[in-house]
């Protein structure tokens, strides 16, 4: 019966050594940064992070990663004052991302493409306004005890029905046209 019992304890740990290791992710540390590009120049912005998870293998590779952004927190840092929050009200509208209705986005990693050191190409699962579409980007992995992944990625806002002055749609906008484009810049840390 002792010899059942440390076998089943043996087990047990070789099993726990080897089981993959889940993170929470630290919304207050982390941040996005987006970047809006149209003829006349370009806006910046944050947006903040509301939860996620990072989940590493037994030997420190990425295997999983979903996070949740908080769409009404969308904010130029570009402006101030009255414009700031005209562009800021104008963003949360149903012309932009309709944050009243859709106060969440997401993103989910759906495949390792490849791995070189701590770069990974990945494919996500992007989820605005209810609308998800792939993309495809490189992150950085770096401080494995407390995992953070960093990196750029760009997507076209009217694959998820942001169509608001963009040249595929609507012509004769002249300088009044943004561009389809929208950059993201990620660092997300855990704790």
Do not use: C
């Amino acid at each position: 019966m002792k010899h059942l019992l440390l076998s089943a304890v043996l087990f047990g740990l070789s099993n726990m050594a080897f089981a993959d290791k889940s993170f929470n992710i630290d919304a207050k540390s982390s941040s996005l940064e987006w970047t809006g590009k149209k003829v006349a120049g370009q806006h910046v912005g944050t947006i903040n992070l509301k939860s996620g998870t990072v989940v590493l293998d037994d030997n420190g590779v990425l295997k999983s990663a979903e996070f949740t952004a908080d769409m009404t927190s969308i904010s130029a840092t570009d402006l101030e004052g009255e414009w700031k929050g005209k562009l800021d009200g104008h963003l949360k509208s149903d012309d932009f991302f309709s944050t009243e209705k859709n106060t969440e986005s997401k993103m989910s990693l759906k495949k390792i493409i490849s791995k070189k050191g701590d770069k990974y190409e990945v494919e996500s699962n992007l989820t605005i306004k209810g609308i998800t579409n792939p993309v495809k980007f490189t992150v950085d992995l770096s401080n494995k005890e407390k995992p953070v992944l960093a990196g750029n990625l760009t997507f076209d806002r009217t694959k998820f029905n942001v169509k608001y002055n963009s040249g595929s749609f609507f012509e004769g906008l002249g300088d009044k046209m943004i561009y389809n484009d929208v950059e993201l810049k990620f660092s997300v840390k855990t704790k």
